[in-house]
């Protein structure tokens, strides 16, 4: 994978600095700007926005957050999932505003090339993507699933990722990827 | 001394491959489009004609430029020149909306663009736009479902050029038509879809007054590059175009639409990086559909099932001023042996956007049509519907009377049939039955065309043990990034790992298209060359260079393997690492660059290349609720050889779920008071979730079709899609009694079943 870095994005160290700059150009520019502080990912961050921002866009375009995705802007695809004090949310359906406060884990914050979540090592290995568009989102949504009332079958994975579109149609490997991790957590409990 | 784990042991070719860019795509590092970020980024929204019939007869910004942060309203008087663009033969400059944007005031669809505001921030300019007041003058919108066909000659113009509608014809059909003994004759619709990748489309266009940069998220960067070229009146040298990564398309991304011209407008007009993001309302309305299909289908047999005739009369509607051609016909003229055939087209014209490739164009809503009616056949008959296409089974391609390359179609039925147990079933409707449902059982074929596209690439072996391979062709999700390093680890024995793979971008030698199921059976003899040459050159390089341990050999004593130079004398154990041996001659790199022609555009192909497959598919249909839910399909594939299986039964996979959306669920419509899609979001808009995915199992037959390329492998990204709708409208035939010939599927269609549990 290292073959990739030229298509990679930024690492996540570079993240602050460049909000803070991106920070100081918008609050020039929007003067109906107003002081939010979000803590995402472990991180507190002082922004001034507009009060108009969802917390998806301020994620994006504010603190390059960009893992999480736009697909639809209306809660109906799940792409933008992220997780509010541990509980997964559709984040284009949240003023950011509103979040003050609360701890805010982006698909950033689950892990990193060569520190990869347990969810996010079964996606690869199970193919459980094409685009990878939708993906981080499913795996948001996965993440959150493991501590959720979910019985053992597929059935019951397949009804509680259902939030989450994937159009490539990724279905069955997403089940797959999933329940790996979930019979393996299981056995080491067993264990 | 290099170590064992330094190079590849056994080639990756054909061998389940995690794909070497997923640890990106699974943490958010992967970079689409409108994830990209400039100093001084400006956005974007564009604003939407209400009606799909009309004049804009005043449009008021003064409200909108008056708001905080807001830098312009840009408009037909203000936007600046934006120029037409045409088709530049065979394979650059296509577009399916060749009107530019803004051109004139007259409104030809719901959505069309009429202005576009841009601010510095994204909540600045979607409210502007929304505060920009058009009125226009209203004409009634045609969206009428009932397709007649326009009187056009028997040649048009085409978004690919001019076209016969009269597309194949052997024999007398009518005359063996009237005179079967056994006949089929209906008409089979498919509704306007849209395609939903869940990636909005967008632009970020810079402009620094001579050179155009834009992160788009195309199917096909050269092409884009070659229309927004002409539009801007700009040298192709000074347009770069760059997609890392694609949020799938399926087909609404390959050719450029409106809203990209909108945002390098604006660039260049406010000498500022714009990005402009689509709503998923806008990706209803601006960036093409699949449109509308109505086909008559007539089969004549005999009473053994032997096909005499088939005619296939087929009508797409388009928007106003395109050219869009749904090629339903594809498969027809090769698919069964029949002495006397006719596929004959048309067009209608309506108020809405311009269709453009979905999944599949053509041969899905086609093989809908004519896998269907032969389903229909079979049941008329009374024989087995694998049965009855085994009988049909053709020799040759007999519309273009030349050899199949590689056909395993048979063998497709025969493996299809045993995995899914067919053997077992009842043919009598409502007759199986389980845990108080009934069972349906269902079948179908399909086909698609294989070929390549022209193509280049360039591979560099490097000091350190890697390889760099670029290629100006994308991934769209179909894992084309891991296909190349697999191509080059098989040549060269670099491991995966150490292998970049660059795509996407117009400064890299040119590559095919994310189109037709492709790109895979083009680049491998390009990037095999391209290899092949970096080797040469290598070896080159150990003979001629100071500091090589073969400087008393010539190229043709040496030889390459496993990534070691070796004297063919002295045997691979005594040769040295690609590493060593540019280390100790002081390089960096050596660098091969490779190309390979296209098939498509051959005046006279001498053998005939198709994928082919199979479907059969499972539901179950509970009456007291109505309920009809896809339970399981079995398909085999016949596309030559699989690269990479692991992404390869995957994109089956997911074809097969497209395929159950289609036949059950969707459907774009169009109101007909103003001519909006009136589904326009994904709550309304249904597509399969997990949920609605059934139980798949998928089989490659894996004979390799080297007139397609030496390693015999063809594409596979289309043909998973093309049969399952009629697959499972045979299913729900055979469960509930009702044939269902307009898509999709809906409860009210099955209520008049009889069948009860």
Known sequence: MAGLLTTAGPAITTLAQRSEKAEQELSAATKDAIPVTLHVNGQKHNLRIDPRTTLLDCLREHLHLTGSKKGCDHGQCGACTVHVNGRRMNSCLCLAAMYQGDEITTIEGVGQPGNLHPIQEAFVAHDAYQCGYCTCGQIMSAVALLSEPVGPEDAEVKEFMSGNICRCGAYQNIVEAIQSVRQSTNRQKAG | ?757
């Not at chain 2, 199917?219 to 949020?247: C, D, H, W, Y």
């Not at chain 2, 199992?697 to 063809?714: I, K, Q």
Request: glycine share 10%.
């Open chain 2, 1 to 757: 001394m290099p170590t064992i784990t330094e190079t590849a042991t056994t080639s990756p070719i054909g061998r389940q491959t995690p794909r070497i860019d997923g640890p990106f795509k699974v943490s958010g590092t992967a970079m689409y489009a409108s994830d990209f970020n400039f100093t001084g980024l400006l956005f974007a929204v564009p604003v939407e004609a209400t009606i799909a019939n009309g004049k804009l007869q005043k449009l008021d910004a003064s409200e909108a430029e008056k708001m905080p942060g807001v830098r312009a309203i840009f408009h037909r008087a203000n936007i600046g020149k934006i120029f037409r663009s045409v088709l530049q033969p065979p394979n650059s400059g296509i577009a399916d909306e060749r009107r530019p944007p803004l051109a004139d005031d007259v409104i030809r669809y719901y959505g069309q663009y009429v202005a576009i505001a841009v601010a510095d921030t994204f909540e600045a300019a979607k409210a502007a736009a929304d505060a920009v007041r058009a009125t226009y003058t209203k004409d009634k919108p045609n969206v009428n479902l009932d397709l007649q066909p326009e009187s056009e000659p028997e040649a048009v113009e085409t978004t690919h050029g001019r076209l016969k509608r009269l597309q194949s014809e052997r024999g007398d059909p009518d005359k063996a038509f009237a005179s079967a003994q056994v006949k089929v004759d209906q008409t089979y619709v498919t509704p306007a879809e849209t395609h939903n990748p869940i990636e909005l489309q967008g632009t970020i266009a810079m402009w620094d007054g001579q050179m155009l940069t834009i992160y788009e998220e195309s199917q096909a960067v050269f092409n884009l590059r070659s229309v927004l070229a002409q539009m801007f009146g700009l040298p192709k040298e000074n347009v770069r175009v760059i997609t890392k990564f694609v949020g799938s398309g399926f087909g609404s991304k390959l050719w450029p639409w409106t809203h990209c011209a909108l945002a390098c407008a604006a660039a260049r007009q406010l000498g500022k990086p714009v990005k402009l993001v689509l709503s998923r309302r806008m990706m209803f309305q601006s960036v093409g559909h699949r449109p509308r299909t109505q086909q008559r289908v007539r089969l004549g047999a005999t009473n053994e099932g032997k096909l005499v005739s088939l005619m296939q009369d087929y009508l797409n509607d388009l928007d106003i001023l395109g050219g869009y051609h749904e090629n339903c016909g594809e498969s027809t003229s090769y698919f069964y042996s029949v002495p006397n055939l006719r596929v004959h087209w048309g067009r209608t014209r309506r108020n809405i956007a311009s269709p453009t490739p979905m999944r599949g164009p053509g041969a899905v809503p086609g093989l809908f049509a004519t896998e269907s009616a032969m389903n229909e056949l079979a049941d008329q008959l009374k024989i087995d519907p694998v049965r009855l296409r085994e009988l049909n089974e053709p020799k040759i391609d007999e519309g273009k009377g030349i050899p199949f390359s590689s056909r395993h179609y048979l063998e497709c039925l025969q493996r299809g049939g045993e995995r899914f147990g067919w053997a077992n079933r009842n043919a009598e409707v409502g007759s199986m039955k389980r845990d108080g449902s009934i069972l349906g059982w269902g079948m179908s074929g399909a086909a698609w065309i294989a070929g390549r596209f022209p193509a280049q690439a360039s591979v560099e072996l490097r000091d350190d043990g890697s390889a760099r391979v670029a290629c100006g062709t994308q991934d769209i999700g179909t894992g084309t990034y891991t296909i190349l390093a697999q191509l080059v680890s098989d040549k060269t024995g670099v491991p995966l790992n150490k292998i970049e793979v660059v795509l996407g971008d117009t400064s890299l030698p040119p590559g095919p298209i994310s189109g037709g199921s492709l790109v895979t059976g083009s680049i491998v003899p390009a990037v095999f060359d391209a290899a092949d040459n970096a080797i040469t050159s290598l070896l080159t390089v150990a003979t001629t260079e100071p500091g090589s341990p073969f400087g008393n050999r010539t190229p043709d004593d040496l030889a390459f393997e496993a990534g070691r130079v070796f004297a063919k004398a002295d045997g691979l154990a005594k040769g040295v690492s690609v590493s060593d041996l540019l280390r100790r001659t002081n390089m960096r790199l050596v660098t091969g660059s490779g190309k390979s022609e296209g098939t498509l555009d051959e005046k006279k192909p001498k053998v005939s290349m198709h994928s082919y497959c199979c479907h059969f598919v499972e539901v179950t249909w509970q009456p007291a609720t109505a309920r009809l839910h896809v339970n399981r399909v079995v398909t085999v594939i016949d596309g030559g050889r699989i690269i990479n299986p692991l992404a390869g039964r995957n994109q089956i996979e997911g074809a097969v779920v497209m395929g159950v959306g289609m036949a059950l669920l969707e459907h774009t419509i169009y109101d007909p008071q103003n001519g909006a899609p009136i589904n326009s979001n994904l709550a309304d808009y249904l597509m399969a979730v997990n949920a609605d995915a059934p139980l798949m199992e998928v089989h490659f037959l894996d004979y390799p079709d080297t007139d397609v390329n030496p390693l015999g492998a063809r594409g596979i990204g289309e043909i998973g899609l093309a049969g399952v709708a009629a697959a499972i409208t045979a299913a729900t035939y055979h469960a509930t009694g009702v044939r269902v010939r307009e898509l999709p599927i809906r409860i009210e269609d099955l209520l008049t079943s009889s069948i009860l549990a």
